[in-house]
């Protein structure tokens, strides 16, 4: 089957998916326990029946579950996603305005770890056992086993408290009118502890995968006969070997590239990053269900097309995959 038939049937299969997503999140959401109703009169204070009854009217949870279900999917796909109990704003605009700083933290966090990581699995199994295999072990043991938010609080220690180097939260200077160029480097030094611990731990997902894939490679019929060939180490390892091993990278680098939008939310909230992540956590403690639904929803989505897109990217590094 060609690349192009194959492509147009899996675009209908994704649709199903989607609603699928859709009903699996509403259902999730409106079962957890607690009310949004109690969060915004204030919980326990004494506020009039009337008041409560009228906000249970307003956001449409007077209705029976199915029907609001109903009423939320055909909003959805109207491109509704319905108003923020906590915001009273469409959902969609709270969203959008964090969306450009959680892209900025993800991507940053992610292409450094990708292109590092990479560096250092090659590396490491050209000389398996040596220092810089040994180096880059430990990089990644250290990178799984240590906790993010620890990471971040100790970062914010060593770098924010005692050196003074860095900016301990926010995005930006509190009471800063910068502009231009100041404006850019001040987000870039907000920008660096984040990233440096949110990038620790896909640094070592990346130099283990790389590693792990590069030796693997190496021990295959194809690359012993292309050393019997005389081929030079640099063809053998970046135009036979790698390319290969590039494989279950690239998997792994497009499901994270489709969770960026999820954010991260416990480095947003150790450093108080007004994204996606921090705002998830603000919308569990306020039970701000249409703002949590919309990102699960735009997540969902991302994530199938990421591996949609992944599929092709398979295709088309290895001419050995062949879809019927």
């Given amino acids: 089957m060609s690349m192009r038939r194959y492509v147009l049937r899996r675009i209908p299969q994704l649709i199903p ?23 915004l009169v204030g919980g326990g204070e ?31 796909f109207n491109g509704n996603l ?4 906590r915001y009273r704003a469409p959902v969609l605009h709270v969203i959008l305005e964090r969306v450009p ?37 430990t990089i990644s043991v250290l990178g799984y086993s240590i906790p993010t ?27 800063a009118e910068l502009e231009g160029w100041e404006a850019v480097m001040d987000t870039l030094r907000h920008l660096i502890l984040p990233a440096t ?29 292309a050393w019997g060939k005389g081929l030079d180490d640099r063809a053998v390892y970046y135009r036979h070997a790698f390319r290969n091993a590039m494989l279950p990278v690239t998997t792994v680098l497009g499901l994270n590239l489709g969770l960026m939008l999820t954010g991260a ?39 199938v097309l990421a591996n949609f897109i992944v599929d092709i990217l398979y295709a088309i590094l290895d001419p050995r995959v062949r879809y019927k």
């Avoid at 319905?82 to 109990?85: A, D, L, N």
């Avoid at 894939?213 to 012993?224: A, F, G, V």
């Fill in 197 to 225: 611990t949110l990038g620790t731990t896909y640094l070592a997902l990346y130099t283990r995968l790389t590693r792990a894939s590069m030796l693997e490679e190496l021990r295959k019929d194809y690359i012993t006969t």
């Fill in 265 to 303: 939310t416990l480095t947003e909230t150790v450093f108080s990053w007004p994204g996606i992540g921090r705002l998830v956590y603000d919308s569990i403690i306020t039970r701000d269900y249409p703002v949590l639904m919309g990102i699960f929803i735009i997540v969902s989505i991302t994530v």
């Fill in 101 to 137: 700083n959680t892209l900025l933290l993800m991507t940053t966090s992610i292409m450094f770890a990708f292109i590092l990581g990479i560096f250092l699995g090659v590396s490491s199994s050209k000389r398996p056992y040596s220092l810089v295999d040994n180096l880059a072990s």
């Fill in 46 to 76: 004494v506020v009039p029946k009337e008041y409560i009854e009228k906000l249970t009217r307003e956001f449409g949870l007077d209705k029976p579950l199915h029907e609001q279900l109903l009423i939320y999917i055909m909003n959805v």
């Fill in 149 to 175: 938010f620890w990471l971040g609080m100790l970062l914010i220690i060593v770098f924010s408290v005692y050196l003074r180097w860095l900016p301990t939260m926010g995005m930006s200077t509190i009471g």
């Fill in 82 to 85: 319905g108003t923020s109990y």
């Fill in 17 to 39: 998916l989607c609603v699928f997503a859709i009903v699996i999140n509403f259902t999730l959401m409106h079962l957890a326990p607690g009310s949004p109703i109690d969060y």
